[in-house]
């Protein structure tokens, strides 16, 4: 069964610093890997999928890699901004099922 | 405006009783899905749905019921064998069936506690 790990738990930087969160995963047979975004109380919005013969994805300030074989994706921001303050989960899709790590609360303090 | 739109935001169930819970989307999205979300984790599939009338189960559906009458709408009912319900609770769809290759949109959530 597919376990999805992501740490830290949660994160506190200064605004202005890159930063990169990791997801880590036990089975690398998937078809896609999504990040999330969550802010307290509402719905997630997909941040970026990268499709399992890809190696990466970039969408303005966030880019986004996929390392199969050792079962490791990343989440890079750069110069992170108060308003990017948030809970960010990685999910792994494989058969019908999408699979979520336990995300990483990200604080960017001003 | 198009989207996903879960109600009510807020649910209060007495013990014993069996509640439900709305999602409609209007993105004419074949596939729809129900997550449970606790505290400080990541989200548990309930049920989902390929396909108007038919439904699987996820790794949690015990105490949970769904049915998809319409295509847009996919009603979620906890029920009273439910023991733990306090939780966060998002409906999501996609475009098609093999939904793991596609992105899932979400609603914004339901809360529901137990009085």
């Known amino acids: 069964k597919q376990e999805v790990t992501q740490i830290p738990a949660a994160l506190s930087v200064p605004e202005g610093e890159n930063l990169v969160l990791n997801c880590s995963f036990t089975d690398s047979a998937i078809y896609n890997l999504q990040w999330f975004r969550q802010d307290p109380g509402k719905g997630l919005t997909s941040l970026l999928l990268i499709q399992s013969s890809q190696r990466e994805q970039t969408s303005g300030r966030l880019n986004a890699s996929l390392d ?16 990017d303050s948030a809970t960010y989960l990685c999910a792994l899709g494989a058969g019908n099922m999408l699979t ?8 960017v303090k001003p | 405006d198009g989207g996903i739109t879960q109600s009510p935001k807020y649910l209060f169930r007495k013990e014993g009783q069996n509640v439900t819970l709305s999602c409609e989307q209007n993105l004419n999205h074949d596939a729809m899905y129900w997550y449970r979300q606790d505290p400080g984790q990541g989200l548990r599939l309930i049920y989902y749905s390929q396909i108007v009338n038919d439904f699987q189960k996820g790794d949690i559906a ?20 439910q023991k733990n319900p306090t939780a966060f609770y998002l409906c999501a769809s996609s475009i098609s069936a093999g939904l793991a290759k596609n992105i899932q949109y979400f609603g914004a959530g339901t809360r529901l506690s137990v009085l």
């Open chain 2, 62 to 81: 015990e105490g949970y019921s769904v049915s998809r009458e319409k295509k847009e709408s996919f009603p979620l009912t906890v029920t009273s064998a």
């Open chain 1, 100 to 107: 979520f790590g336990g995300g990483t609360r990200l604080m």
């Open chain 1, 68 to 83: 199969k074989s050792s079962g490791r994706s990343t989440l890079y921001i750069a110069a992170s901004q108060p308003g």
